[in-house]
């Protein structure tokens, strides 16, 4: 948009005016998007006096880090009381291979369907571009008969087995959108050359294809991570991952409520994702928007 | 050893092969899809025809399973919930995410950062949304008795524990997560708006307000659309929200057709019932997906 000082209308008391009407909207968005997060964080620091007196949204008296240490180790979930931490390597062991073997076959797999020019190749991409809407209530039943086939039923690589399936979908089509938009000369060329299609795809298209692999694992990382329905439905005890050990830490009736260590669990298992995204959100925002202009 | 000829034949095959090559790459994954989405969509659609209870029964006895879904007042509430949940989500995520990214086009100076602030629940699960939420809105702790001790002594924001009221809460927390990402779309698309018509219609002394109302907002008509139906989706898979933030309560006045589900198929051993109500969520989600992906890849093959 052009400069708003040149603009007619765009000097003086109204200019200003407008402008600390956008920055008064902005200011009160951003207070109340940071304002759980603030809610949470200084919660976790205080002590259950603290919290019991009622102060929600006061700052804690003093940097209490006990809550974390029992979240991560102590707090009790189910009938064993070593904290979140054994569910946490839980989801990362969920996580790394879901997340690499979907994303290495979505890239093969993806640039494969950006070559199909038959008929009939738009139905294989309508049928996996309907893949990633489903609601998975609709394959949970099904599911976990075949995991108990499998002999993988109530284990992480049940989990990881699923999360990897319904993963490919999305993963196939990063990489075919991707793709598609690759000068169609470099592959020509390489064709003349007598690059055969493994060739292309290892020295030409996949060293092209660095911002949409960082994409994909971000998207399919955070995804798996933030998982619960799959959790929930073919796991159960030891083998449950992080957000299903955190809804169970949080509705436990049991105990005396603690919650400061309710919040620092929740902080806990929201680390990863949220790293992530402080670090590579240009990345994520391309993977959610990549959602909405497949095609 | 061979002649030119064999010699051709081979390369022919080599050849064949190559052409082939993508689309025996692209079959494994592909049969795994037809295999696990639309075989799986099939089993749970022959099991609604069922009266399997704790174990799957092939026994098809017709829709007695949906009208048994239809008669029920879980059912009734559920889906109910779903109309209220969806529409007043997809609404204000809307209207809050563009809002947000009309205001952050206008040249702010700190975009990066208060973008990051507004997209970062996106990052988090719903669970932990549900978490936080659910820790704020108790009325015994939380930001009520916090406001009547600060001394407004009337305040009263007991919505979570509120028959009448606790799916509003669920839309509270699903909007703080998804408004930032519906903000993230628009003002992507906003970016791409050609200036000349904005300078042109500045010149001609059109406001700002009206530029935007009039010029600007309509022509991203496509990112309305691609947001409505992603929101409106996720309205009908939503699930572990309401796990974490109301478990479905009081009683099950907050409960939507993905937790009658999950209630139906692994609580209560009525996995006919449940397959019913998954697929009625399924045809709900195809009503909105189905026409959308038509009218997207026709336009890509004529455009």
């Known amino acids: 948009m052009a400069e708003p000082k040149t603009l007619p209308g765009a000097n003086g008391k109204r200019y200003l005016l407008g402008r600390v009407f956008i920055w008064s909207l902005l200011l009160i968005a951003a207070v109340l998007y940071l304002g759980p997060i603030y809610v949470v964080l200084s919660t976790s620091l205080k002590d259950l006096a603290e919290i019991r007196a009622g102060a929600l949204l006061d700052l804690p008296h003093e940097m209490n880090f006990a809550p974390w240490r029992e979240a991560w180790s ?55 571009l309907f893949g990633c809407f489903i609601p998975f209530q609709i394959v949970i039943l099904p599911m976990a008969q075949t995991l108990g086939y499998l002999g993988i039923a109530n ?52 060293p092209l294809a ?86 | 050893m061979s002649n030119p000829r064999q010699r051709k034949q081979q390369m022919s095959v080599l050849d064949r092969l190559q052409r082939y090559l993508p689309q025996l790459v692209v079959a494994p994954p592909f049969l795994l899809l ?52 969806g529409s007043l989500y997809v609404l204000f995520a809307l209207m809050i995410g563009c809002l947000l990214a009309v205001l952050l086009d206008q040249h702010i100076r700190a975009e990066g950062a208060l973008r990051t602030i507004y997209l970062y629940p996106m990052a988090i699960s719903f669970i932990v949304t549900g978490t936080a939420w659910k820790w704020i809105l108790n009325p015994s702790l939380g930001i009520e008795s916090y406001m009547q001790k600060l001394g407004w002594e009337s305040f009263q924001f007991d919505w979570i524990v509120n028959r009448d009221m606790a799916i509003y809460v669920v839309v509270i927390a699903a909007v703080w997560q998804a408004s930032g990402f519906v903000m993230a779309l628009f003002l992507s698309a906003l970016r791409t708006v050609d200036e000349d018509i904005i300078r042109a219609a500045h010149l001609d002394g059109a406001s700002t307000t009206r530029i935007y109302i009039g010029i ?53 051993n009525q996995i006919g019932l449940g397959a019913a109500s998954a697929m009625m969520m399924l045809a709900t989600v195809a009503a909105i997906i189905v026409p959308y992906l038509y009218s997207e890849l026709r336009a890509k093959h004529h455009g």
């Open chain 1, 74 to 128: 102590q707090a009790c979930i189910g009938v064993r009381c070593d904290g979140l931490q054994p569910y946490f390597m839980n989801s990362v062991i969920m996580s790394v291979p879901s997340v690499v073997i979907s994303t290495l076959i979505g890239a093969l797999s993806g640039y494969a369907l950006s070559l199909f020019h038959f008929r009939g190749a738009n139905i294989i991409f309508a049928l996996m």
């Open chain 2, 34 to 85: 037809v295999f696990f989405v639309y075989g799986f969509i099939a089993w749970t659609g022959i099991i609604s025809l069922t009266d399997s209870r704790m174990l799957p029964s092939f026994d098809i006895q017709g829709f007695q399973q949906y009208a048994r879904l239809f008669a029920m007042d879980r059912w009734d509430v559920a889906f109910h919930n779903l109309l209220i949940f």
């Open chain 2, 216 to 268: 600007i907002l309509p022509s991203l008509r496509p990112v309305f659309l691609s947001a409505f139906v992603i929101l409106a989706h996720l309205s009908i898979k939503s699930f572990d929200l309401v796990v974490a933030l109301t478990n479905g309560g009081p009683g099950y006045s907050s409960t939507l057709p993905a937790n009658f589900m999950y209630e139906m198929a692994f609580r209560r």
């Open chain 1, 155 to 206: 284990s992480i690589t049940g989990l990881i087995v699923v999360h990897t399936i319904y993963g490919i979908s999305f993963t196939t089509l990063f990489f075919r959108n991707y793709y598609v938009s690759v000068p169609q000369e470099l592959v020509r060329a390489a064709t003349m050359d007598g690059a055969g299609f493994f060739r292309i795809f290892w020295h030409i298209m996949l």
């Open chain 1, 210 to 295: 660095l911002p949409i692999i960082v994409v994909s694992v971000i998207w399919q990382f955070t995804q798996v991570w933030n998982e619960f329905l799959f959790g929930a439905s073919f796991t159960s005890g030891g083998s449950q991952p992080v957000t299903v050990a955190l809804n169970n830490l949080i509705n436990s009736t049991t105990s005396v409520k603690q919650y400061n260590v309710d919040m620092a669990a929740a902080l806990i298992a929201a680390a990863p994702t949220l790293v992530v995204y402080i670090i590579a959100g240009r990345f994520f925002v391309r993977g959610l928007t990549a959602g909405a202009v497949k095609g």
